[in-house]
């Protein structure tokens, strides 16, 4: 797998991986694009592969940095990993799983969230683990107190060091109650992926559902896990002595597909987003529909526009599912600056995540951040210490700006802004989005982006 494309761009020239793009802007995207398989299960279903004793296959892997990661991870512990058996899959034989040395598992400190997950199945198959310092998007302080916290109930002995964290389990991992503050994503997966081999029974509450993790739980059920979704956010789980293989195709990238639906709709294009399903981006198409966007359901995927009229303000507060994501507030805010009148984003998932407005500022747009919320109107999500309110004014023109990229999604906005905006747009720190959107220059070749890799 290659990590970014190469077809020519509308320019003429070759895409090449790189940092800096020259934007050229005020054209609609319009086009086809595929979204393959969600980087927020595929990379959690590569690490569900070290706990089984036969090799698994994935289906649908996006070529994207986050699962660069992982598989070279894996591989530091002694699972092969191969492409095959089709195109776009990985074989993942853990057969002969071993503790790998420090300096090699160092290597990929900074570089993402998921090494966490490593800790329960490294503890089943070697006793120990160590897992690097983590990296992942600067939005918010996101601890990981929940996945200790959960460790330490199962037997673990967890060991803070300046590097990273040193685990242990003596005596084995055993079932546990455990109840979230929050319905934490990786908490949940955490949980998951260390009590389907603990001895006993795991009683998860107050635990995430999230489309990604109902897949992942389908994984684990492939592999011989017993694991029953209770109602009211309770995960029961009955622990097993060992797991087979999986053969998985994984659940589509939702985000992704919300991230071009919010590119069309800011640009004004129409983009046919092939692979996104309706049923698990509900919440996200009643947004669409009351901002003025348009959408026709297909079997094979989600055609995206604006509607007849002007685009209308709407408000909206990110929630745990089936609420509305916080990955597809800022794509949306991109759309929201294009809307007629007053839009409201509260923020209730993470207390740093509209750090990526200040460059839509310097484009053109209206937007006041309020750091501690704001209290007005009715209230669905009940209001959170650390949350955060965005209020966008609009319809405002976007000009071009030189601008550098501070995370994965606000990344993606700023690439659309730069292509809905007048004129020229230096966008910087590209190589971020990596780690989400596979052949993201391709695509955004294929929908007619007139853009320069020029760094
Ligand atoms: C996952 C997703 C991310 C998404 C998020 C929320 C992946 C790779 N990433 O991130 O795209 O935005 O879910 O849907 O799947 N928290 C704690 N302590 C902990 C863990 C979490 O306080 O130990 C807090 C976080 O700071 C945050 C909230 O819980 O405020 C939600 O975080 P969480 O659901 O864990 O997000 P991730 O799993 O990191």
């Known amino acids: 797998m290659t990590l970014l494309g190469d077809t020519a761009t509308a320019s003429g020239k070759k895409p090449t991986e790189g940092e800096i793009l020259s934007i050229r802007g005020g054209r609609p995207l319009s086009g086809t694009v595929e979204v393959k398989g969600a980087k927020n299960l595929v990379t959690k279903a590569m690490v569900a592969a070290l706990l089984g004793e036969e090799p698994s296959i994935l289906r649908d892997v996006p070529d994207i940095s986050d699962v660069a990661v992982v598989r070279s991870l894996l591989e530091v512990h002694g699972v092969r990993v191969a492409e095959g058996p089709e195109p776009g899959s990985l074989s993942l034989d853990p057969r002969d799983v071993e503790s790998a040395h420090m ?19 490294l503890l089943h198959r070697l006793g120990q683990a160590f897992i690097p310092d983590l990296g992942g998007c600067r939005i918010g302080d996101r601890p990981i107190d929940f996945h200790l916290d959960a460790l330490r109930k199962f037997g673990a002995i967890v060991e803070k ?12 991992l055993h079932g546990a109650n455990i109840h979230l503050p929050y319905p934490s994503v990786g908490a949940t997966e955490q949980v998951l992926l260390t009590a389907v081999r603990a001895a006993g029974t795991t009683e998860l509450r107050n635990a995430a559902i999230e489309p990604e993790i109902m897949d992942l739980i389908g994984v684990l059920q492939k592999m011989g896990a017993i694991i029953s979704y209770e109602p009211n956010r309770v995960i029961v789980i009955e622990g097993v002595e060992r797991l087979r293989g999986y053969d998985h195709r994984a659940i589509f990238d939702r985000n992704e597909a919300a991230s071009w639906a919010c590119a069309a ?34 079997e094979d995927g989600i055609l995206f526009r ?22 597809w507030q800022q794509p949306l805010i991109v759309a929201m600056t294009q809307a007629t009148g007053r839009s409201i984003v509260h923020e209730t998932v993470y207390e740093n995540r509209f750090g990526f407005t200040q460059a839509l500022v310097q484009m053109g747009a209206d937007i006041t951040v309020y750091p501690n919320g704001l209290q007005e109107g009715p209230r669905r999500v009940p209001r959170r210490s650390l949350e955060q309110a965005a209020v966008i004014q609009g319809p405002t023109p976007l000009r071009g700006a030189d601008i ?35 052949g993201f220059l391709d695509k955004l070749t294929a929908l007619g982006a007139d853009f320069d890799v020029i760094g």
């Open 103 to 121: 300096e090699e598992i160092d290597a990929h400190a900074g570089a993402s969230r998921i090494p966490i997950l490593f800790c329960g199945p």
């Open 161 to 172: 060091l300046p590097s990273g964290i040193r685990l242990s389990a003596p005596r084995g």
């Open 265 to 298: 709709l800011a640009t004004g294009g129409e983009i046919f987003v092939g692979g996104a399903k309706q049923q698990d981006m509900l919440t996200f198409l009643n947004v669409v529909r009351k901002v003025g966007g348009d959408f026709d359901i297909r």
């Open 306 to 327: 604006r509607g007849a009229g002007d685009m209308q303000g709407t408000t909206v507060e990110t929630d745990v599912h089936p609420g509305f994501m916080t990955d």
């Open 404 to 438: 550098t990229v501070p995370d994965l999604r606000g990344g993606y906005s700023h690439v659309i802004a730069a292509l809905a905006a007048e004129g020229e747009s230096v966008v910087r720190n590209i190589g971020i989005i990596r780690r989400g959107y596979a």
